[in-house]
């Protein structure tokens, strides 16, 4: 068949048309994917943590942020592997918080240790110390950047600072965050506190 020149153009419009119609198409799902991921992240509470942008790695050697605990309680502890009193003492009283949680709370809450010392504490030393402390999968371990550990530090308010011989001044402050990430319990010091603990982790995932 002949092609006349009005024939012509028709077929030019209608293809201009289905190429219009498809860039359409993909503008549409590219603008509902950014509108669901700021959705979702617009969901989290101001107050929650896991607003955080920081990388951590864990002892695994994993790249890992706080948002991935989103969904489950959480007691957090920033310390340092090679502290001789206070560390080793409060990872005691965490391990004892799950020994008084039921046991259907136990398996989903995850204990988080956080480590000050970013020059020693890498993540083959914290899985060293995972091997010492006998701690199970319910236990994440955590290397992060100098900033990363100083904005976790400030939001939690503890104050920690590193002395000449390498070791750390810090405060004692165990943390209880809700499945979003919102602080909803603090124990500070080293003495009593860890009944309450528990019923705040208990409380959380009600």
Not at 59 to 71: N, V, Y
Not at 84 to 112: E, H, K, N, W
Not at 189 to 196: C, R, Y
Request: charged share 20%; net charge neutral.
């Amino acid at each position: 068949m002949k092609t006349t020149p009005t024939r012509l153009l028709l077929i030019v419009f209608a293809a201009c048309a289905l190429i219009g119609a498809v860039g359409r198409a993909e503008i549409k799902t590219c603008c509902a994917e950014k509108i669901t991921s700021e959705s979702t992240a617009l969901a989290l509470s101001p107050d929650s943590l896991y607003q955080l942008e920081s990388h951590f790695t864990d002892d695994t050697g994993q790249t890992f942020t706080l948002g991935e605990l989103r969904g489950r309680p959480v007691v957090l502890n920033m310390f340092f592997s090679s502290c001789g009193y206070a560390c080793p003492l409060l990872v005691t009283d965490m391990q004892a918080i799950r020994g008084q949680l039921p046991a259907a709370i136990r398996a989903s809450t995850i204990f988080v240790l956080v480590s000050f010392d970013t020059d020693r504490d890498t993540p083959a030393a914290l899985a060293t110390y995972r091997a010492q402390r006998s701690l199970d999968k319910s236990w994440k371990l955590l290397h992060g950047s100098a900033d990363a550990v100083r904005e976790l530090a400030a939001l939690l308010g503890l104050k920690y600072k590193q002395e000449i011989d390498g070791s750390f001044s810090h405060s004692n402050l165990l943390t209880v965050l809700n499945a979003e990430g919102v602080i909803v319990h603090q124990r500070s010091g080293l003495e009593g506190g860890l009944p309450a603990t528990a019923a705040a982790l208990i409380a959380a995932v009600k």
